[in-house]
């Protein structure tokens, strides 16, 4: 699998496109821009893959800004945890807290389902419930390649900030132990913000989490 991280956004979020095959997926988009969509586009069509979907980590404005640049020209699914939707309906009131104006979604995700074996074309993923930044955030872990996106549950030597809806940070903490701990050492993580960094570093190297 070839993954391609692009830091975009007022907050510097991590969009990643994975590749696999002749088939791709953006997994949260944050494009504030359209040059940032465009740079995503245009590492697609150099790829000769097509884009199948849209996958969510969670609902947080600034990992779903860009999903109306990306639907604009594709006609493809959105994939989102059904846990709590909160987060996906009061998307522009989510924008409006941080200065940003976007309308309201017109139309709700597909389920993405909390199991250990999620199949869409070429790829596969364990979805791994991690609640505590968000109470929607899942994180998609990769067994074949030793991969975990992680959204905001877990950064380089840091987690995602508990302040705002539904955030908890001893469930944040039971979601990094739990979840995320118990995979190999050598699993690389793409966190949403900041440098990718793996498993073991962090059991090892957390000031917020060691195992």
């Known amino acids: 699998m070839q993954i391609h991280s692009f830091t975009v956004g007022p907050f510097a979020e991590n969009t990643y496109l994975l590749i696999q095959g002749e088939e791709a997926l953006i997994v949260d988009p944050g494009f504030a821009h359209q040059q940032e969509y465009q740079a995503v586009k245009t590492k697609i069509k150099s790829s000769g893959a097509t884009l199948s979907a849209i996958v969510l980590t969670h609902a947080h404005v600034d990992h779903v800004l860009g999903i109306d640049k990306v639907l604009s020209d594709n006609e493809i699914p959105v994939f989102l945890s059904d846990e709590d939707h909160w987060l996906w309906n009061n998307f522009s009131s ?3 807290m941080f200065g940003l104006q976007a309308e309201p979604f017109d139309f709700e995700p597909q389920k ?7 199949e869409i074309g070429n790829f596969c993923f364990d979805i791994r419930y991690t609640p505590g930044h968000a109470p929607d955030h899942v994180s998609l872990y990769g067994s074949e390649d030793e991969i975990l996106i992680a959204g905001d549950t877990i950064f380089k030597e840091g987690i995602g900030r508990t302040d705002l809806y539904k955030g908890d940070l001893n469930m944040l903490k039971q979601s990094i132990q739990n979840q995320l701990y118990v995979l190999p050492d050598d699993t690389t993580v793409y966190p949403g913000h900041g440098p990718a960094t ?5 059991k090892q190297s957390n000031p917020f989490v060691q195992s």
């Open 94 to 96: 989510q924008a409006s």
């Open 112 to 118: 993405l389902p909390i199991t250990s074996k999620w």
């Open 198 to 202: 793996t498993i073991g570093h962090e």
